[in-house]
């Protein structure tokens, strides 16, 4: 019998073409789906090692945080506040990398927090020269993030 080749040879340029659109969706589709799985993994990856990290808290280095910033989607996002590390991966959109508050993650923004600031230079933790009134807000906004986001660890 005729073999494909010599099947397809015999069609009109159309038939060509649309063989060629049909193989380039198909492989515009395959890509998509694997992007969507690539990134699921990566999602699952960083909730794993979130649960992780709540039962099992660990000391971070400022070296260490910094790779909890939102650029790896593999791991869980993470900020400190006074020491304390929590895991603000449910507020992504807030402290994930272009997000209003993106330059606390993967820091100890304690100063930032203190005198509200979201100033790259601010996101800190050297309170030196904080007065008592920014520090009581620092207060304030450790209560409240510590209390709506999971606790992963300390940085030392």
């Excluded at 009109?12 to 969706?25: G, T």
């Excluded at 990290?53 to 790779?67: C, G, H, I, V």
């Excluded at 939102?70 to 507020?91: C, E, M, N, Q, Y």
């Excluded at 309170?127 to 304030?140: A, R, S, W």
Aim: aromatic share 10%.
């Amino acid at each position: 019998g005729p073999c494909m080749l010599t099947l397809l040879a015999a069609q009109p340029w159309w038939v060509w073409l649309l063989v060629a659109a049909l193989v380039l969706a198909a492989r515009r589709v395959f890509r998509v789906r694997m992007a969507a799985l690539q990134e699921s993994r990566a999602r699952a990856a960083a909730a794993a090692e979130s649960e992780l990290l709540q039962k099992n808290p660990k000391q971070f280095t400022k070296d260490e945080l910094l790779a909890y910033n939102g650029t790896d989607p593999s791991k869980p996002l993470l900020l400190a506040l006074k020491g304390r590390v929590i895991d603000v991966t449910s507020g992504f959109d807030f402290y994930g990398p272009g997000g209003p508050y993106g330059v606390f993650a993967g820091k100890d923004a304690s100063k930032a927090f203190a005198t509200m600031s979201i100033k790259e230079e601010d996101a800190h933790n050297d309170l030196t020269g904080i007065d008592e009134n920014h520090l009581k807000v620092l207060d304030d906004w450790y209560n409240k993030l510590t209390g709506k986001y999971p606790t992963v660890g300390r940085v030392s």
